[in-house]
């Protein structure tokens, strides 16, 4: 559909009409809330035009999976467990009233927040932009932030607003929100009315792991950084950047400085940011947060000798630990595969060192898809129409890939195994 409208709409472009390829790109881009962009969106789309990628993205940032359990609530039906559990996680965790209770949350939490993104925004742009001028900046980019898009209607992106360090602090902070999961902020206000005497576990492992991302990542891109990206800043606009740089790489795709001058450490750091990604349930993408965290739970059990994996003194069914251990194998599988097709179809018969630094791109341009994160080192543009087709599978698969995988081991988990295979050991390590 979004495709459709930007092939057939009037009004949505600025000189000539993007092709089938591109239609296709811009649309799955802001369904999957990526911010990948074929071409520059300030000059080459018009109000309409850009109202319309806007609506695309706020639809893409509800979720597919909370979308389907809206339409099958719409037809007083009632979800299957299955899909309640990958839309929300497990059913224990689930607010009173179901899947109809949290599409009121989801509401009510996306329209709240981004309502006031905009009006803080509004009032920091008016200065510059007047009271008219900052309006539809304000409320774009509060969306987008909140939906982990990374579009931006400014011709440069953030990269002019790198001293706006208001601005960068309530785009920051809407990343922060959308990537925190809508079970999260319903936990949290059950606890703050008393309905709950604690928050769940996943709560508390989300929250924990997202400090520990942002504050383990931000002095790692100052040290790295100082010097390069952020030397033409003072003090404080160089730490809040470096912050900024922590932030965005989970799942927005805001960018104040240009990824193809950064330091080698910080391209590292950056694509496993990108690789882990938001919360579950959240607008971003990713391997999520809490996967990582139990693979590095995982990783400590076994050096301390424990075959269970606890957290907060509570253990984490091995099911579940089993199922975030195949995310991870899925996401890299899927990664190696769409990196060696990209170089396959798009590095040109030039010398081995223009090659390589067209692969260090393309590595950078896939993990951005598949992490559905709209970063990118100015790639985007140059990529061939078969090169262009594999990162909209990507971001596809990068949106509901893990929700897919998800259901297909929650089916399978269920199934009762009428008779088990003889055991023989295989050395490892």
Same mark, same amino acid.
């Given at each position: ?54 609506? @695309? *993205?706020?639809? #893409? =940032?509800? &979720? ?5 359990? !809206?339409? /099958?609530?719409?037809? %007083? $039906? +009632? ?94 902070? @809407? *990343?922060?929100? #959308? =990537?925190? &999961? ?5 936990? !949290?206000? /059950?606890?703050?009315? %008393? $309905? +709950? ?233």
């Amino acid at each position: 559909m979004g495709t459709l409208g930007f092939l057939v709409l009037p009004g949505l472009w600025i000189g000539e009409r993007p092709g089938f390829v591109d239609a296709l790109f811009m649309a799955t881009s802001a369904v999957c809330v990526t911010g990948l962009s074929v071409f520059d969106v300030s000059s080459r789309m018009t109000f309409p035009g850009q109202l319309w990628l806007l609506a @695309l *993205i706020q639809l #893409g =940032g509800i &979720g597919i999976v909370t979308l389907a359990a !809206l339409a /099958a609530a719409s037809l %007083g $039906r +009632r979800t299957s467990l299955e899909v309640e559990e990958v839309a929300v996680g497990p059913t224990v965790l689930m607010p009173e009233g179901g899947v109809g209770a949290v599409v009121r949350s989801v509401a009510r939490v996306t329209l709240t927040v981004e309502a006031l993104g905009a009006l803080l925004l509004w009032l920091d742009w008016r200065g510059s932009l007047g009271n008219a001028g900052a309006l539809w900046p304000a409320l774009f980019h509060a969306i987008s932030a909140f939906c982990n898009a990374g579009f931006s209607t400014f011709r440069d992106g953030l990269a002019t607003h790198a001293g706006d360090l208001p601005a960068l602090a309530v785009i920051a902070l @809407l *990343i922060i929100a #959308g =990537g925190l &999961g809508f079970l999260v902020f319903e936990d !949290l206000q /059950a606890r703050l009315r %008393g $309905r +709950r005497r604690r928050v769940t576990l996943h709560t508390r492992l989300v929250l924990i792991t997202t400090a520990v991302l942002i504050a383990g990542a931000t002095p790692l891109y100052v040290f790295f950084e100082w010097n390069h990206t952020l030397a033409g800043h003072g003090f404080v606009a160089r730490v809040a950047n470096a912050a900024f740089m922590a932030v965005t790489p989970r799942t927005a795709g805001f960018n104040t400085i240009d990824y193809t001058q950064v330091t080698n450490p910080s391209l590292v750091l950056t694509l496993a940011l990108m690789w882990i990604g938001g919360s579950p349930g959240s607008t971003a993408g990713g391997v999520k947060t809490t996967t990582a965290a139990l693979l590095a739970l995982l990783f400590l059990a076994r050096l301390r000798g424990r075959t269970d994996v606890s957290f907060a003194n509570h253990s984490v069914p091995d099911a579940t630990v089993q199922r975030a251990v195949g995310l991870a194998v899925v996401a890299i599988l899927l990664l190696f595969a769409f990196v060696f097709m990209l170089l396959w179809v798009e590095l040109p018969r030039a010398s081995a060192a223009l090659d390589r630094e067209h692969f260090i791109q393309l590595v950078f341009e896939a993990q951005s898809a598949l992490g559905t994160v709209g970063l990118s080192m100015n790639k985007t543009a140059d990529l061939s129409p078969p090169g262009r087709v594999l990162i909209v599978l990507l971001m596809f698969l990068g949106r509901v890939g893990p929700l897919a995988a998800l259901e297909a081991m929650a089916r399978r988990s269920r199934r009762k195994q009428p008779y088990r295979l003889g055991r023989e050991d295989v050395l490892v390590g």
